[in-house]
Every structure is written in structure tokens, then in C-alpha cells.
């Protein structure tokens, strides 16, 4: 058994050898080191990926357009001070998108002299819907989720990939939002 972790460690240490990350200029004040074979997602991507009336300030994906890094900035006005409070409304905001929520971490922290939320989970989504032909079938996916609060804006960076490839892009994912940095 000990030797089977052992091989499971080197297998994912050995994964994560080939990822080189690269900085990436997402607006004129936000920029972040992303995989280097990370591309803009299309339109088409993005709705055929993600049902929302709203586009995304920025969208990433790898090659096989399974991994997915995302921004955004809300409308809605916080103050720097409402960081706590933010962490509540967000943490209840995800557990009423999922049907099923597992945290890895939720937490708050400092990037580049900066206070962020983190949250970090396994989520699952069932299809419920009574006519689907897909009832009952389960979504799992990883996510990494950072927020902040920049000129009374929540800025919300996201990296995403289904739940079986947590093993290869977890560490890479918490390395990417290590390199936050936002002049403001």
C-alpha cells in the first residue's frame, strides 16, 4: 500500500513537471500567470459551456478545452472592509449552485500584499429535470475560487476542470492563483 501512494505522488509530481506558466495581461489592471498553452475562449465556447445572460471579463482554456480559467468583476458595490461578509454571501451562494459541495479549503488569504477569499471544492450537479434524457446523471468538477474587493468591485478569478483531474491540475491551479496581481 505504502508503495502504491508512493507511485501516486511521483504520478502526479511528474504531471505537474511539464506546465509552464506564463503572465498573462487580463485587463489593464489585472494580470495572472497562466498556462502557456491556455488560449481565449471563444464566444461559441463560452456558450456552450456556460449558461449566463452575462459574458465573462475574460475566459481561458486549455487545448482540449476541459480546463477553464475565469474573471470577472460584479456591478454590485462592496467595501474592502466587507471582505468577511462577502466570504458568507459567496460560500451560500455556492452551496445553493451545487447539489452536492465537499470544501477543501475555505479561507482567506494574501496575494501580492492583497486580501482574498478562497474557496476550494469538489462540486457535484445531478440533472433533475423530469424530462431530460440525462436524469440523474452526476457533474463532478474541481474548482478554485478567489475573490477580492478592488474600487468597490468584487473581482472573482476561477480555475475549473472536472473532478478526475483534480490530481493533475490542483497544485497548478493554486500556483496560478499565487500570481494575482492587480495595480490599483
Request: glycine letters at 2%; proline letters at 7%.
Given at each position: 500500500?505504502k508503495n502504491l501512494s508512493i507511485l501516486f505522488l511521483l504520478l502526479i509530481l511528474c504531471s505537474f513537471d511539464g506546465?509552464?506558466?506564463?503572465?498573462?495581461?487580463?485587463?489593464?489592471?489585472?494580470?495572472?500567470?497562466?498556462?502557456?498553452?491556455?488560449?481565449?475562449?471563444?464566444?461559441?465556447?463560452?456558450?456552450?459551456?456556460?449558461?449566463?445572460?452575462?459574458?465573462?471579463?475574460?475566459?481561458?482554456?486549455?487545448?482540449d478545452r476541459v480546463v477553464d480559467f475565469g474573471f470577472n468583476q460584479t456591478q454590485t458595490r462592496w467595501r474592502p472592509?466587507?471582505?468577511?461578509?462577502?466570504?458568507?454571501?459567496?460560500?451560500?451562494?455556492?452551496?445553493?449552485?451545487?447539489?452536492?459541495?465537499?470544501?477543501?479549503?475555505?479561507?482567506?488569504?494574501?496575494?501580492?500584499?492583497?486580501?482574498?477569499?478562497?474557496?476550494?471544492?469538489?462540486?457535484?450537479?445531478?440533472?433533475?429535470?423530469?424530462?431530460?434524457?440525462?436524469?440523474?446523471?452526476?457533474?463532478k468538477q474541481y474548482s478554485y475560487m478567489q475573490y477580492t474587493i478592488e474600487n468597490n468591485k468584487v473581482l472573482v478569478?476561477?480555475?475549473?476542470?472536472?473532478?478526475?483531474?483534480?490530481?493533475?491540475?490542483?497544485?497548478?491551479?493554486?500556483?496560478?492563483?499565487?500570481?494575482?496581481?492587480?495595480?490599483?
Open positions: 500500500m506546465v509552464k506558466l506564463k503572465k498573462t495581461k487580463i485587463t489593464k489592471e489585472v494580470s495572472i500567470s497562466l498556462p502557456a498553452d491556455f488560449v481565449p475562449m471563444t464566444d461559441d465556447d463560452m456558450a456552450n459551456k456556460y449558461f449566463t445572460p452575462q459574458k465573462p471579463t475574460a475566459m481561458y482554456t486549455n487545448p472592509e466587507d471582505l468577511p461578509l462577502l466570504q458568507k454571501f459567496y460560500k451560500s451562494s455556492i452551496v445553493s449552485l451545487y447539489s452536492k459541495v465537499n470544501f477543501i479549503q475555505e479561507t482567506t488569504t494574501i496575494v501580492n500584499k492583497r486580501n482574498f477569499v478562497v474557496f476550494e471544492f469538489i462540486s457535484e450537479l445531478v440533472d433533475e429535470d423530469p424530462n431530460s434524457l440525462k436524469k440523474g446523471s452526476v457533474v478569478f476561477n480555475f475549473t476542470c472536472p473532478a478526475n483531474l483534480q490530481p493533475r491540475w490542483q497544485e497548478i491551479a493554486r500556483q496560478v492563483m499565487g500570481t494575482v496581481k492587480i495595480n490599483g
